[in-house]
């Protein structure tokens, strides 16, 4: 029986070196030409099919397996973000501004070890292993370009499986959960129009500052009071924008923000009761609201089939008191697309290490993440693909 675990630590060194030269190299959405090449030559260099500039910048490779079987593909994400770094690592990022503050890094190393590791058990395989390189995930939408350009499709696939280093949880634990797993996101603009004036004579203006602050306190209402307590849903102001002059009132006040919702029938009341809101207050002060409300990506729901499976394969492979099999986040993914048309399984490695203090949040500028973790993703990962792709 093959024990991916020690073949996975076998490869440590290959993983942890495309790793940190990602770390070292990040590109932002739709920018991935550097990791982009090494992703295609290192799969061209396994013997594999690859297919470039998909989806842009996106890259495919096809493993195929001895005899006829299942479709299974495997994600993983290779975008950056604009951060500027505060890490002193050995691998800092050389791109001033860019940073892999999210772990793409380490999913694009994981992706290629998983190809190298699954290439030397291919005449073991009945099926074929699509390795779909995706670029553009943080809200930019790679995963909708690499569909358009066919990614579903020559050959379609029966499965998919995807994964995150999370470092919300300690090194060691693993969440594979059933069902909704992460958030639909949607953003909302706010544009609150009053009427400006002298900071000295308030009672002669329509204050949309004001207007703005009640609305931010009357939005909270929306999940405390709207929302059943048994569901979830998140309403976020991450932006308000207003004046310059410390004695002049604004005419017009911009806000911006994000909703979070699991069920499409909780989302719908939270945009229902959010235009209310906004609305309301604003015309209780004499304010104007236009609002704007768009669609990020879709809940992320693991089917049960599949998911019970990766769960079997997980049980087998490492200490039950590890796993973890209910743990949800409101964090979005735009995964969550392709699930959409394929069922598939969506899973997190702990990745965070408090006493190396590698423990930042995603998206910190000081994000990084304990690299010994590094083996286990690839070997839940290559070993949950063979469960099916067994002949």
Request: proline share 5%.
């Amino acid at each position: 029986m093959t024990d991916y675990l020690d073949e996975a630590q076998a490869l440590f060194g290959y993983t942890r070196t495309l790793r940190r030269d990602f770390h070292q190299h990040p590109e932002l959405g739709f920018q991935e030409i550097r990791t982009a090449n090494i992703v295609a030559k290192e799969l061209a260099g396994l013997g594999l099919e690859v297919k470039t500039g998909v989806g842009q910048t996106g890259v495919v490779g096809l493993l195929e397996g001895q005899s006829p079987g299942e479709v299974v593909l495997l994600r993983f994400d290779m975008d950056a973000l604009p951060i500027v770094e505060e890490n002193e690592a050995e691998y800092t990022s050389v791109n001033q501004g860019v940073m892999h503050a999210c772990g793409h890094d380490g999913h694009t190393a994981i992706g290629l070890t998983v190809a190298r590791l699954l290439n030397n058990h291919r005449n073991e395989l009945a099926g074929t292993v699509k390795l779909v390189f995706q670029p553009a995930e943080e809200g930019l939408g790679g995963a909708e370009a690499m569909m358009a350009d066919g990614v579903l499709q020559e050959p379609k696939p029966d499965v998919t499986l995807s994964l995150h280093l999370w470092n919300e949880k300690p090194v060691g634990w693993v969440g594979i959960v059933p069902g909704p797993v992460m958030a639909a996101a949607d953003t909302f603009h706010v544009k609150i129009t009053g009427k400006g004036g002298h900071g000295a004579v308030p009672n002669l203006v329509h204050d949309p500052i004001l207007a703005a602050s009640q609305v931010v306190n009357a939005l909270q209402t929306i999940v405390s009071r709207s929302v059943s307590p048994l569901k979830s849903a998140v309403v976020s102001v991450g932006a308000i924008h207003g004046g310059e002059a410390f004695n002049v009132i604004p005419s017009i006040v911009e806000m911006k923000g994000t909703l979070r919702t699991f069920e499409a029938q909780v989302r719908d009341q939270v945009i229902e009761r959010f235009h209310q809101v906004v609305e309301n207050v604003c015309q209780a002060f004499d304010c104007q609201a236009e609002i704007e409300i768009k669609s990020i990506t879709p809940a992320l729901v693991n089917d049960p089939r599949v998911t019970s499976r990766v769960q079997r394969v997980a049980s087998s492979l490492l200490p039950a008191g590890q796993l973890d099999f209910q743990t949800t986040t409101m964090g979005s993914e735009d995964m969550a697309f392709m699930q959409q048309q394929v069922p598939g399984c969506y899973f997190f490695i702990g990745s965070a290490n408090k006493e190396k203090h590698l423990d930042a949040a995603h998206h910190h500028p000081k994000f990084d993440f304990d690299e010994v973790i590094l083996p286990k993703a690839v070997a839940l990962m290559a070993a949950s693909a063979v469960e099916f792709l067994q002949k």
